[in-house]
């Protein structure tokens, strides 16, 4: 498994663990969100971001489904819908570290460096999430030199990305 895909389980092995603030705890709602998660898992991106794109519109308020739709998007080389999806997340709570954490890799996997450090900047002070506050730090560190961007390689298992995520 490459260090992308074992990233994003564990990202989301965390988010299941974490307690569901002012979320939908319509079962049907739960059930949509599970799928997508097991879809992510498989490396199923795009059927992923279709039921997340859906639970956002039905749900805006929802960090989780923001942060979710973010990682399908991300999985799928979307950095930039992927950052604005997580900046949402981050935006309805922004206490949740991790939150910040992965906007700034996307902006970062876009090549959006100072969209990163600025999120990092507003981040990092605040942060009590080990993990998260090294990514950030790390990722600053990367913004700051003048090194070119290489983002994570994309999905190669031949699904395809489809033409972008919701309309804003």
């Given amino acids: 498994m490459t260090k992308l895909m074992l ?20 079962p ?5 969100r599970n799928q997508a998660i097991s879809l992510m898992s498989r490396s199923k991106y795009l059927d992923a971001s279709k039921i997340m794109e859906h639970l956002v ?20 080389g979307k950095y930039m819908e992927a950052a604005v999806e997580f900046k949402q997340a981050r935006n309805i709570e922004p206490a949740k570290d991790a ?7 996307a902006f970062f996997a876009a090549g959006r460096k100072q ?3 600025a999120m990092c900047d ?18 600053k560190k990367l913004s700051s ?10 999905d190669i298992s031949g699904e395809q990305s489809g033409s972008g995520g919701r309309k804003k």
Avoid: W
């Fill in 145 to 154: 030199d003048n090194l070119p961007v290489c983002p994570p390689p994309k």
């Fill in 28 to 32: 049907e709602v739960e059930k949509q």
């Fill in 122 to 139: 507003l981040a990092i002070p605040k942060c009590t999430d080990i993990g998260a506050k090294k990514t950030m730090e790390t990722m």
């Fill in 57 to 76: 519109e039905q749900n805006p308020l929802s960090a989780r489904d923001h942060y979710l739709y973010g990682e399908a998007l991300y999985n799928m």
């Fill in 7 to 26: 990233a994003t389980i564990a990202c989301l092995a965390m988010l299941q663990s974490l307690p569901a603030f002012a979320e939908n705890v319509d």
């Fill in 99 to 105: 939150y910040a954490a992965r906007c700034a890799e």
């Fill in 115 to 117: 969209e990163a450090t």
